[in-house]
């Protein structure tokens, strides 16, 4: 815990400042009056404008590796999403199926699943959903439970990997856990959740899908080759993707964070892509791939961080964190379930990134705690593991629950297709619970 | 030079009942891709251009860029079906019913700068006077002619 820099301001603690900025701030975030990012940038400067942090306290408290690895990716993806290969992966996996409706539904679930787990899940859902519309127009069949299967696909995918939803994005960064690390232990459970997901929509919609022989044909004769718009980009991508990857798998190995490798496969994407450009046209085609950064998103994260960097220098998280586990009287399973359940449901309903923002210092505060108790170093890391689970399965919860649910439903909408919040609720907060559960017994299994 | 210098006075019209897949047909026969829609006063009642017959029987996931390239798909089945709904009804229902005009003494400077506001694949500027009275017609061809001298 650090000690406040100052005494009072206008002669209230900054404990109380600073809370106050933090409180008002996540309402208005929630109230969604604004745009985020606005918020978040004048909560900060309020942060620093009445004193709890100096500048410079605020620029330390900025997570870097995070804003790194998120810009890089954004740069990768952005590039990536123009040579076509998403969509051709989407009509492959539908062909694979051979245009049984069923079948497409639980391939193009695994295919958002996977990117997923390796990509953004809006660019992921963005690029897919399209495709599915089209799929479900041509077979004549009802496209929302395919959409709603990639929405789950999509944030179930994400909590595989260190690099597939933010949430984990943050964990990864503020902690020494590795890429490896998050595949290890989050992919199986990742996995085993999104096929016992697949079970219930069966029933619900699987068992009354049908697709003419006509229909299925149309589907057939989908030349999925000619959805690749540029075979040179499509192997530049590949390739730097392959690289970024084995970089993310050999990080710990060759001492290198995450963003770095981020950064540098975006940067040398970029220097292949402008490689046979003037310097002028490079110019310019550089300055259309940044503009493919959602600078929305980078500086909601800057602003966050500022933000609980203040509150956690005036001891709130500390008290909190202490709270927490007089609460659950220091014992470890009961902390650990508590932290997946309250974020699950509180993910399911707010926005998840200012939730775990706030967590990670929380958690950060209690580990000392268990180990001193006895707890091994490995066993007290599954309080990340839990936080992981909770905060990026929640979003499955509900419409609101996470931005690749808010996308896909705008897509629908736009084509006909409505997407409302308690239809929604109705059959996507008790599957969220059932991927709750399964990470309980996971979790209960394997680490407690 | 004015507007009324380079129309075309005796335009090819609709009147107003005429059905989407008629208009098709006329705009196919006269290689036209705008028609302007007239009642039998010659009161201009909107504009019927095919880009936007074609955008209004796209599924809106191609036509709206969520899904920009179909180059996948040999023929889409909906499309076909979209568009055989869509040629019974009347003109009316897709036309542009505020189409930007010009009046007859207006420049052709101000008719090319009138052109470059409607949507990139309109390229007919009807001329009016009075109470909206369609007297002729201005194409993108015209002000090019006028322009290059």
């Known amino acids: 815990m650090h000690e406040a820099s100052i005494q009072t301001i206008f002669g209230f603690s900054p404990l109380w400042v600073a809370t106050s900025i933090l409180i008002l701030t996540y309402a208005v975030i929630i109230a969604e009056r604004f745009n985020r990012a606005i918020v978040a940038l004048l909560g900060a400067a309020a942060v620093i ?41 989407a009509i492959k996996a539908a062909k694979a199926a051979k245009g049984s409706p069923w079948g497409i539904l639980v391939m193009l679930s695994m295919v958002t699943a996977v990117l997923s787990a390796f990509l953004d899940n809006v660019t992921t859902v963005l690029l897919v959903a399209p495709v599915t519309l089209l799929i479900a127009d041509e077979l004549k069949i009802n496209p929302y439970p395919l959409l709603f299967a990639e929405i789950n696909a999509s944030n179930t995918g994400g909590t595989a990997t260190l690099i597939g939803d933010p949430p984990n994005i943050m964990i990864g960064s503020a902690t020494s856990l590795t890429f490896n690390d998050f595949v290890i232990h989050l992919a199986p459970v990742a996995i085993v959740a999104f096929s016992a997901t697949l079970i219930p929509l069966w029933f619900m919609y699987g068992k009354t899908m049908f697709a003419s022989p006509e229909a299925r044909a149309r589907i057939m004769a989908f030349k999925e080759y000619e959805a690749i718009r540029d075979v040179g980009l499509l192997k530049h991508c590949l390739l730097v993707f392959s690289l970024v990857i084995l970089g993310f798998i050999l990080a710990h190995s060759i001492g290198m964070e995450p963003a770095t490798i981020a950064l540098g496969g975006a940067a040398l994407l970029l220097l292949l892509v402008t490689f046979s450009l003037d310097n002028e046209q490079a110019g310019h085609k550089v300055h259309a791939l940044f503009g493919q950064v959602e600078w929305i998103t980078i500086f909601f994260f800057c602003g966050l961080f500022i933000i609980v960097t203040g509150v956690e220098h005036t001891g709130l998280l500390q008290s909190i964190a202490d709270w927490t586990l007089s609460l659950t009287a220091g014992n470890f399973m009961v902390t650990t379930l508590a932290i997946l359940w309250v974020s699950a449901i509180l993910s399911a309903i707010v926005d998840n990134i200012p939730f775990v923002a706030t967590m990670i210092p929380m958690i950060k505060s209690m580990l000392p705690v268990f180990q001193q108790a006895g707890t091994p170093l490995e066993q007290a890391e599954t309080l990340w593991w839990a936080l992981s689970l909770g905060a990026c399965l929640g979003g499955n919860g509900t419409l609101v629950g996470a931005s690749a649910n808010l996308i896909v439903a705008g897509i629908a909408e736009r084509n006909g297709v409505p997407f409302r919040f308690l239809p929604f609720l109705k059959v996507a907060f008790p599957l969220m619970i059932l991927q709750i559960l399964i990470s309980t017994v996971y979790i209960w299994m394997r680490y407690l | 030079m004015k507007a009324q210098d380079i129309m075309i006075r005796q335009a090819h019209t609709i009147p107003p009942p005429c059905t989407i897949g008629e208009a098709l047909r006329k705009m196919a026969d006269l290689r036209l891709q705008d028609l302007p829609v007239v009642d039998e006063k010659k009161m201009l009642l909107g504009i019927l251009n095919f880009w936007q017959i074609l955008e209004r029987a796209m599924p809106p996931y191609i036509s709206q860029g969520d899904l920009p390239d179909v180059r996948f798909a040999p023929d889409l089945s909906q499309f076909h079906e979209r568009l055989g709904e869509l040629k019974p009804n009347p003109v009316t229902q897709v036309m542009n019913p505020h189409p930007p005009c010009a009046r007859p003494d207006d420049s052709v400077l101000a008719c090319a700068a009138l052109i470059m506001k409607t949507p990139k694949t309109v390229y007919l500027l009807p001329v009016v006077e009075g109470d909206h009275q369609l007297v002729g017609i201005i194409s993108a061809w015209d002000i090019i002619k006028e322009i290059a001298g």
Do not use: P, R, S
């Not at chain 1, 009445?50 to 952005?78: E, R």
């Open chain 1, 49 to 89: 404008g009445t004193g709890v942090l100096t500048q410079n306290q605020a620029i330390q408290g900025i997570d870097f590796n995070t804003i790194g690895l998120l810009t890089g990716m954004m740069i990768l993806v952005g590039i990536t999403k123009e040579c076509g290969i998403f969509q051709f992966l």
